[in-house]
């Protein structure tokens, strides 16, 4: 048994209850097991494919779901479970996991599954043999083409554990982001993100451990004793003194984290991401934006190139979380508008467009307002 299903087993050892979310717009209904898109759908599955490597059995009551043969599906299982045991990473976000689900099984059960999935998720030399004459799926959304036809196993599948279905997906843009532009001063690697750091769809405080190469020699001998003093003071219960270090060490941009049951000393930097304004909080989408961001980057370790400092004293940079372009999914998810008023790089521009012809995101509503717009209103008015 791989260690990343044990892992995930252990995050959903009890069966979840069905249910359904509310709340705020954007909430995903919720899978047979109970289990949203943002929930613990990837544990779900992860259980289900560890009691499968012991019992080869497959879930009671998939079949409700899908069209295939129970030995058909057992055969799904084994394949996604074997896929699951190479990944490096493992899956570790209903996304994630979707897309492994999507290439593991695409060319298993072709007229169950691969007819649902769009032709920038494969490769194919040859045709479709045997294509159905009765049935366009070209102009027709996904939520439409599993009532439609019953045989396509894949939608079922996905929506079984209340993962994102094919349609929602983003495709990302191979590598890294484009070129980077002159002008970049640094470069950030952070420590793990706290969620509640996340101040909006576009600004996050973030901290850099002090051992950091570029942070090392920077660090005011001041605060390196009073970090010392701090922990000798909490050794001897001396609270009050402690709480005044930490004051200190606060005060001058610096933060003693817990991580991993070490303290660490990090300098502190709040960040602006460059290139995109999501929607204030206050405005509609802003809590779509926010948790989004919270989503992406919640527990990682990021990469940021910083190219600028604002007025507020936010660093403005481009982000990265496990390679991954947090504008590019920002914008591609219609949670961000492209702030051409300072940046003029294409490829945000084409991202934008992108998500504007989807109707995704803030793009749903036919005359959203720029958050900066809605900035300068407030200002104005009061």
Request: proline share 7%; charged share 25%; with cysteine.
């Amino acid at each position: 048994m791989g260690n990343a299903l044990r892992f995930l087993y252990g995050q959903c050892c009890s069966d979840p209850q069905t249910t359904t979310t509310g709340g705020a717009a954007g909430d995903q209904p919720l899978g047979h097991h109970g289990v949203s898109s943002s929930d613990v759908g990837v544990s779900a599955l992860a259980q289900h494919l560890y009691h499968f490597e012991i019992t080869s059995q497959v879930p009671e009551g998939l079949s409700k779901h899908v069209s295939s043969s129970k030995k058909a599906q057992s055969n799904w299982y084994k394949k996604l479970s074997k896929a699951w045991r190479e990944s490096k990473p493992p899956p570790k976000t209903p996304e994630e996991a979707s897309r492994l689900v999507i290439h593991t099984l695409h060319r298993h059960q072709r007229p169950d599954i691969e007819v649902l999935l769009p032709q920038s998720f494969f490769k194919r030399d040859d045709p479709d043999p045997d294509p159905d004459p009765d049935f366009d799926i070209k102009n027709k959304p996904l939520s439409r083409l599993h009532f439609a036809k019953g045989n396509f196993t894949q939608f079922g599948l996905l929506s079984f554990y209340g993962l994102p279905l094919v349609d929602s997906l983003v495709e990302l843009t191979a590598g890294e982001a484009p070129p980077l532009p002159d002008g970049l001063k640094f470069e950030l690697h952070t420590l793990p993100v706290d969620p509640r750091a996340v101040a909006d769809g576009d600004g996050v405080t973030v901290y850099v451990s002090t051992s950091d190469a570029r942070e090392s020699s920077r660090v005011p001998l001041e605060i390196q004793m009073a970090a010392v003093e701090r922990k000798e003071a909490r050794a001897q219960r001396n609270y009050t003194r402690a709480d005044s270090l930490h004051t200190q060490i606060k005060n001058a941009g610096y933060g003693v984290l817990h991580i991993d049951n070490e303290e660490i000393l990090a300098r502190k930097y709040r960040i602006r991401l460059r290139g995109i304004d999501a929607p204030e909080n206050a405005m509609p989408y802003g809590k779509e934006a926010k948790d989004e961001l919270v989503k992406i980057i919640d527990g990682k370790c990021l990469k940021i190139l910083i190219f600028d400092e604002d007025q507020y004293g936010r660093f403005v940079g481009d982000m990265y979380c496990n390679g991954v372009f947090v504008q590019e999914l920002m914008l591609k998810k219609g949670l961000a508008w492209h702030y051409t008023a300072y940046d003029k790089r294409p490829e945000l521009a084409k991202w934008e467009k992108s998500a504007r012809a989807k109707r995704i995101g803030l793009w749903a509503s036919s005359n959203p307002e720029m958050p900066w717009e809605w900035r300068k209103n407030r200002r104005e008015h009061g």
